[in-house]
């Protein structure tokens, strides 16, 4: 015995729900396509950011900060900061006795992707793109800055009058600050979204339809459908 399929639309028509269907689709369709915005329209995609949560030491000579270090190099924020504090404090020093202060003691040179900050020919601190980053800025532009803040510290504090450095002089405070960046890939990026966007409207369209034929018993196929659209 043959069997004999009919067709959809005809098998709609014959139970008398065909106007009622034909209706709710091209309502569903009119309301996706009315959402989806052109794609000359769309605005570009310029890269997912995201946010990191970064420890830093800040380090003050004569209550003034003068620098914020990250961890880089293998090393800690506080053992960057130790060093720093070494390194003003013995470079102020000759001879057992503390030396009066010029702002020429006080250099920055690049080397490499990070640039030196030295007092007296002795290195304090680099400043690496991991320190530049908690700035904004670039490793040559933060040791400048450094460098700036670290002559009007010693400047204030008078070295030299006396044998002895000031007590204190470079203390260490810990840290945390968020930086935001933004992802590569731009280009990609937008094409997936525009990918994902497309799905969206296209399952939600399907959705729909589902429910006002099948009722209650379709709201859990369209909520699959869309659960699988925002993961493709």
Same mark, same amino acid.
């Given at each position: 015995?043959?069997?004999?399929?009919?067709p959809a639309?005809?098998?709609i028509a014959l139970i008398g729900a065909g106007p009622a269907f034909a209706a709710t689709t091209t309502t569903t369709q009119t309301h996706t396509q009315s959402k989806m915005a052109p794609s000359h329209m769309m605005a570009p995609h310029q890269g997912m #950011?995201?946010?990191?949560? /970064?420890?830093?030491?800040?380090?003050?000579? *004569? *209550?003034?900060? /003068? #620098?914020?270090? =990250?961890?880089?190099?293998?090393?800690?924020?506080?053992?960057? +900061?130790?060093?720093f504090r070494r390194a003003v404090e013995t470079g102020l020093v000759r001879n057992g006795r503390a030396q009066a202060f010029r702002s020429s003691d006080v250099t920055v040179k690049t080397v490499g992707a990070n640039a030196e900050l030295?007092?007296?020919? %002795?290195l304090v601190a680099l400043a690496t793109p991991a320190d530049?980053?908690?700035s904004n800025t670039t490793p040559y532009?933060? +040791?400048?800055?450094w460098a700036s803040s670290l002559r009007s510290a010693l400047m204030s504090a008078n070295i030299g009058k006396t #044998?002895?450095?000031?007590?204190?002089?470079?203390?260490? #405070?810990?840290?945390?600050?968020?930086? %935001?960046? =933004?992802?590569?890939?731009?280009?990609?990026?937008?094409h997936t979204m525009h990918t994902n966007q497309m799905r969206q409207?296209?399952?939600?369209?399907?959705?729909?339809?589902?429910? *006002?034929k099948g009722g209650m018993g379709s709201r859990e196929t369209q909520q699959q459908t869309q659960g699988k659209s925002g993961n493709p």
């Open positions: 015995m043959k069997k004999f399929l009919i639309t005809l098998a #950011a995201h946010t990191q949560t /970064v420890a830093y030491a800040a380090v003050r000579v *004569n *209550n003034q900060e /003068v #620098a914020r270090l =990250a961890s880089a190099g293998g090393y800690s924020p506080q053992a960057r +900061a130790a060093i030295r007092l007296n020919g %002795r530049a980053k908690l532009s933060l +040791a400048q800055n #044998a002895a450095l000031p007590k204190n002089l470079v203390t260490v #405070a810990m840290g945390k600050t968020t930086i %935001r960046e =933004a992802a590569a890939g731009g280009g990609a990026g937008a409207h296209q399952t939600t369209g399907q959705g729909q339809m589902q429910h *006002n």
